[in-house]
């Protein structure tokens, strides 16, 4: 079976990424960038209000590094700048929200953060970071920690709590739900290889 034309693919050589395996180029590539913002998308919607934190537990993140691990480095990236642009005119921040007002808010950096989290996933599984299940857990949650690095202290200076008060609101409680969906994701994928492999091998 022949896959896309090197000079299209977003891989680096000798690599391939689940959506690869997928005929086409740039069409495809679009295409699949709108299907991992609309992932992202559809996780936001699984919003629960987290007592004394401004950030709520969403399955953003597991849609997040889902498309990262799917896409590959820059159509990961890619598909969580669309989603950041679509968000600012249709619903599809977490709890249904859109606007300016939800990126310059306390939340806003964890959106931005989704962009680093889909690249490093990404990056990961380029290099084979998402065909064994341990493996893949820990790029996944290693992948989801990456977000925190820009959520965290834009959530301080949009708040301007303490860093105790931070860290604990904006990482901490969120750790335990990260941790199960990098195992979620760490099942799922290598699961979508094998069945890959499979259709492939007939």
């Known amino acids: ?8 693919s977003p891989t680096l050589p000798g690599t391939r990424v689940l959506a690869d395996a997928i005929p086409g180029a740039r069409v495809r590539d679009a295409l699949l960038i709108l299907a991992g913002a609309g992932l992202t998308a559809l996780g936001a919607q699984i919003s629960i209000h987290v007592p004394g934190s401004p950030v709520p537990v969403t399955g953003q993140t597991l849609g997040v590094v889902l ?5 590959g480095t820059w159509r990961g990236i890619a598909s969580q700048v669309v989603y950041l642009l679509l968000g600012l005119v ?5 709890g249904g929200t859109s606007g300016h007002g939800v990126l310059w808010g306390p939340a ?11 690249g490093v996933m ?3 599984a380029e290099r084979g970071g998402d065909r064994r299940v341990l493996i893949a ?5 290693l992948a989801q920690l990456a977000l925190y690095g820009i959520g ?12 105790s008060w931070t860290i604990h609101n904006g990482f901490t409680i969120f750790l335990l739900g990260g941790a199960v969906k990098a195992v979620l994701a760490g099942i799922a994928m290598p699961a979508a290889w094998r ?6 091998s007939k």
């Open 90 to 94: 249709l619903p599809i921040y977490a």
């Open 152 to 163: 965290v202290p834009w959530l301080k200076i949009a708040t301007g709590a303490t860093w």
């Open 195 to 200: 069945v890959e492999r499979r259709f492939n």
């Open 1 to 8: 079976m022949s896959y896309a034309n090197p000079v299209l």
């Open 108 to 118: 806003g950096g964890y959106i931005f953060g989704f962009i680093l989290a889909a």
């Open 122 to 124: 990404g990056w990961a």
């Open 67 to 71: 498309a990262g691990g799917a896409l």
């Open 137 to 141: 857990a820990v790029s996944f949650f």
